[in-house]
């Protein structure tokens, strides 16, 4: 074929593609334009589970740490003399294990029903943030096992936990890892530097510092379970520390940052723009979910299948883990952290369509 007529051809062919390209393109935007940030919603409880796998805390307000909310998972109980960990997955009474926080006295009080007993209670108090004095004088420094990491924690004396044997029918131990150590547990799955970008860590909690959960997916979820066996459950089941008002369902699963920051309503949208302060979560992970949010917390009951068959329908959702379901959303404080508190706005700041659960504790 002479150029002169191959060009022309060349060029039919090329611009009858136009079209096609352009609506490919506009589809592409369209679909991102169509998806903007959610409006700013807001906190609508805060939880800290002192212990790990034990009774939880509503709080209107504490510290956010670098390795989570303060006193959150900062205890677990672990087998003797091994020092492995303990969790409702071994045994579900955990979950009516105690905690109470006086500000006032800066203690814990820990109680658990007696064993064989209907109105006894077993009991130990311990200072919340205890000394390095009072850790010296008090504990013992062990190696205890949480997943598959191994990682130095203070191992209470029996001489308060002791009564704790009889409720868990063997030997155990409390273990306290403080928030800021020499040896802290690095972050693993989502929150390794390679996926983070920096060093964080975090003390007792199973994977990340912060689980944040939204009001409008458990409502949804709810419903589902209204309709097909005519239960609800409380979001608690799944152990969030920052619950979220939400603005539409599950739409947590694409949020990629959010910046948690006072409100106040006189203010124009502009200066709070230009404010500085406040606190930002990396968001890095679905929360791929066990069987644990099938023990009532209040009770210690199991039940046989809900919530797990119904969130096994439809929350298989990340292509990092397809053989589990997901709730709520794993964070990781950005800098120091701050103060936070109830009613606190919160506004996504960036959203994702890549995240991926990057399997492995
Ligand atoms: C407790 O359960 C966890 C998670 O299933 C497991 O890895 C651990 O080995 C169990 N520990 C004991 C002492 O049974």
Not at 157 to 167: I, S
Not at 217 to 233: G, T, W
Not at 333 to 361: D, F, L
Request: hydrophobic content about 35%; overall charge positive.
């Amino acid at each position: 074929m002479p150029p002169s007529t191959a060009t022309p051809v060349t060029i039919i062919i090329c611009l009858s593609f136009l079209p096609l390209l352009t609506y490919l393109f506009y589809i592409h935007h369209l679909k991102r334009i169509s998806k903007p940030l959610p409006p700013p919603t807001r906190i609508t409880n805060l939880f800290i589970y002192p212990i790990k796998s034990c009774h939880g805390i509503s709080i209107s307000s504490t510290t956010l740490l670098p390795t989570g909310l303060d006193l959150d998972r900062q205890w677990m109980w672990v087998t003797y003399p091994d020092h492995k960990f303990l969790t409702i997955r071994n045994f579900s009474k955990m979950t009516l294990i105690r905690p109470s926080y006086d500000a006032s006295t800066d203690t814990l009080t820990i109680t658990a029903p007696a064993p064989n007993s209907m109105d006894e209670k077993l009991e130990f108090e311990i200072p919340a943030h205890p000394s390095q004095k009072w850790l010296e004088e008090n504990t013992e420094m062990v190696r205890a096992t949480v997943w598959s990491a191994v990682t130095p924690a203070y191992s209470y004396p029996t001489t308060l936990t002791g009564p704790f044997n009889e409720f868990f029918g063997k030997e155990v131990r409390l273990v306290y890892k403080p928030p800021v150590s020499d040896s802290p547990r690095p972050l693993a799955g989502n929150g390794q530097k390679k996926y983070l970008g920096r060093d964080a860590s975090t003390c007792f909690a199973d994977l990340m510092p912060v689980l944040v959960g939204s009001e409008k997916s458990i409502a949804e979820l709810n419903e589902r379970l209204r309709k097909a066996e005519d239960i609800s459950i409380d979001v608690r089941r799944f152990r969030p520390n920052i619950l979220v008002e939400g603005i539409e369902a599950w739409d947590e699963d694409r949020w990629k940052s959010v910046l948690i920051a006072s409100t106040s309503k006189s203010e124009s949208w502009w200066r709070r723009k230009l404010r500085t302060g406040g606190v930002v979560l990396d968001v890095v992970a679905r929360c791929a979910r066990c069987r644990v949010p099938n023990v009532d917390p209040e009770t210690a009951d199991e039940h046989k299948r809900q919530p797990w068959d119904m969130l096994m329908k439809y929350r298989i959702v990340d292509p990092g883990i397809t053989f589990k379901p997901c709730f709520g959303m794993l964070c990781v404080p950005r800098g120091n952290g701050g103060s936070i508190e109830v009613g606190m706005r919160v506004e996504v700041m960036e959203v994702t369509e890549s995240h991926r659960y990057v399997v492995g504790m």
